[in-house]
C-alpha cells in the first residue's frame, strides 16, 4: 500500500500530559517537543485544551503561539501509521518533564543514518554538522529551484550556517536557547513556506521574505505575555540576518572543525567559508570539478555525489572518504570504530616530502588558489609557482578593477617564490567559476561560453589593469602571464597588445615594472592541435580542462568520470604534439592539471617528453617521491632523455 493511502486508513489516537515544565512551554521545550514530533511520519497536533485549537506540533512556530504556561493539561493527536507511537511518545516527553525524557530511550534522538558517496579528496572527519544549503530542505515547483528561490535557499542556508557557529561558541550559556530558537524557526516551512509562496506569485526573494517575517512578527508582538514578546526581538533579529545575506552583506566563516554538508559548492563560497571545515559533503559535485581540487589541495576529506537524505535534526557526521560513506549522528560503537581508524592512520602519518634533489631536467612546480596555502609550506620543495588562479585568489568584481589589491597579492607569490618563477594566469572566471557582475548569469552551457580570455577580452579596461599588477609585480621576481582558454592565435596577439599597453603605460608614468613573459594554457583541442601557430613565451598544458573538452564529458558530471581516464590515447596523443611542439621551438611546457599530480600519470608523462610540472600543495609531497623513485629506476625508464631534447 502507498504510504499516504496508508497513513490515511489509520484512526487518530490520542494522548495528554500535564506539562510541569517550569515557565511553561517556552523555546527549548518547545523545540525538543517539534523534534520529538518531526521523528514519526504520521501527522501530529498539539493543543493546550481538549477542544482546540489544534495547532501542528511539527511547526515551531506553531507550537510557540499556544503560549502554554506551566501546570496546562496538553493534549495530542496524531494520523497516519506510526500514530500511537507518536502520542505516546509526546505524552511520555512532557510527564517525563522533557530532559528525562531525553535520557530515557529517547523517541528524537536520530537515528544513523549511513549515506554512500564518491571519495572527492581522501581521509576521515569527524564534527558538528553544518547544513550550508536551505536548499537540502526547499525544492522550487517541480524541484527545479528558480534564480529567486535560489537566493532565498542560499540565505536561509547561510544564515544557519552562522547560527550553528554562533552555537558552538556560545555553549552551555543563556545565549544557547535564543539561537536554538532561531534555527528551530528557520528549520520550520511555516515560516519559510509564505516566502516561498511570494515568491511563486512573483515577488522578488528580498520582498517575499520581509513580508513572510512582517506577518510574523506581527503575530508575536500582539502577545499580552512579555515572554513572548521578547522572542519577537529573537525573530526579528533572525529575519535580518536571512535579509542580510540576501542583500549579499558579509558571510560569517564556518566553525573550524565543522563537517559541510551542501547541495554543491562554488569554489569561491567554498573559500569564503569552509577553509577550516573537517570535511565536506556534497550530494552534486564530481571528483573533477573545482571545488574537488581545492579539498585535495587543503587535505580536506570530501565526498561528492551524496545520497540524500532528510537531515533536520541531526547535528553531527562523519565524512569516510575512504569507503565513501558519510555516517550522519554515528552511534557510540561507529564513533568507537571511527576514532581507532583514525588514530591509527595518524600513526602512519602524512607522507613525508621526499627531500631529495631531483633530476636537474623535471620542474615541480606549485598551483596556488588560495594564498592561505603558502602559509608554512617550503618554498625550496617547488621550482616555482606554475598556476596562480587568480580568479579564485581574488574572487570579487571589487579586486579585478583594483591594481593596488591585485598588486598585494602577486607581491605575496613572488616574495614567496623568492627567485623562481610565478606564473599568474589572467582571470579564468565563467559560468563554472563565477563572479558577481562579471561573468554572464545563465549561460546554458557555461563550459563552452564566455570564460577566461574570452570574458577577458570582452573588457579589455579589466585585463589591462590585471596585466599592469602583473607587471608592476615582475619588478620585484620573475612575475609571469599565463593566459587561460586560449582558442586562436589573434585571442593572445591581442593579449600581447594589451601586455604592450600595460607596460608603456607603467614607463609613462615612472612605475617600477617588468616585463613578464606571456604564456598561454593549452586546455581548447584546437588550440592543442594548432600549438605551432601560437606566438609565445612558454605553454602550459590544463589537462582538466583538456580532458573535458577532448571527450565532451563535463568535469562537472560525475556520472561521466569514467569516461575522463586522462591516460587514454587520444588525450595522451595530444599531450605529446603540445610537447614536441614546445621542445622543437625551445619553449618551456608544463602540466598544471590535477593529471600532473597523480603518480599513476607520472611515467606516461614523462615518456611524452614532459618535464614541467605543476601540482597542488596536497600532492606536492607525494608527487616528489613518486619522481624521486622514478629516477632511481635503472636507465632506459621514463626519465631517459625526451625525443628532440629537454622541454627545460
Ligand atoms: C586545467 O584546466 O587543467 C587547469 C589547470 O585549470 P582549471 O582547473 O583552473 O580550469
Ligand atoms: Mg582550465
Known sequence: MNERIQDAVFPRTRSSALLTHAGGLHARPSIRLTQVAKSFRSRVWIAASADGPWVDAKSIARVMTLKTPAHTQLHFQAEGGDALEATQALARLVHNDFAKARDAQAPGHPPCLRLRGVA?????????LVLLDDGLRHEGAGGRATGEVERLNAAIGAASAELATLTRRAGETDAEPIIAFQIAML??????DPAYQAIAAGAPAGRAWRKAMATLLAEYGRAGDAYFRARESDLRD?????????AGEGLVPIAPGSIILAIDLPPSRFLELAWDAAGIALLNGSVQSHVALLA?????PMLVNVEAADLRGHVDAWVDAEDGELVVSPDAERLAHFDERRRRRGAAGPAAPSRAPLDADVR???NVSDLRELDGLDAGLCDGIGLARTELLLRSHDALGSEEVQLQAYRRLVEWAAGKPVRIRTFDAGGDKPLDGYTVPGESNPFLGLRGVRLSLLHPHLLLTQLRAIARAAALGP???LVPMV??????????????????????????????ALGMMVEVPVAALAIDDFEVDFLSIGSNDLIQYLTAASRDAAALSTLQDPLQPAVLATIRKVVQSALARGLPVDLCGEMAGDERCLPALLELGLRGLSV??????????????????????PLAAPPGGSSA
Not at 585535495?296 to 580536506?300: A, I
Open 120 to 128: 572527492a579528496s581522501p581521509g576521515l572527519a569527524h564534527g558538528p
Open 187 to 192: 528549520e520550520d516551512p511555516v515560516v519559510t
Open 238 to 246: 533572525m529575519g535580518e540576518r536571512v535579509s542580510r545575506h540576501l
Open 296 to 300: 585535495r589541495s587543503r587535505g580536506l
Open 364 to 366: 615541480v612546480m606549485l
Open 479 to 481: 612575475a609571469q602571464v
Open 487 to 516: 582558442t586562436s592565435p589573434d585571442e593572445m596577439r591581442r593579449v600581447r597588445a594589451l601586455l604592450e599597453a600595460a607596460l608603456q603605460s607603467l614607463a609613462a608614468e615612472g612605475q617600477a615594472h617588468g616585463r613578464p
Open 616 to 637: 597542488s600543495a596536497g600532492a606536492l609531497p607525494r608527487v616528489r617521491s613518486a619522481l624521486a623513485a622514478l629516477q632511481a629506476a635503472p636507465p632506459g625508464g
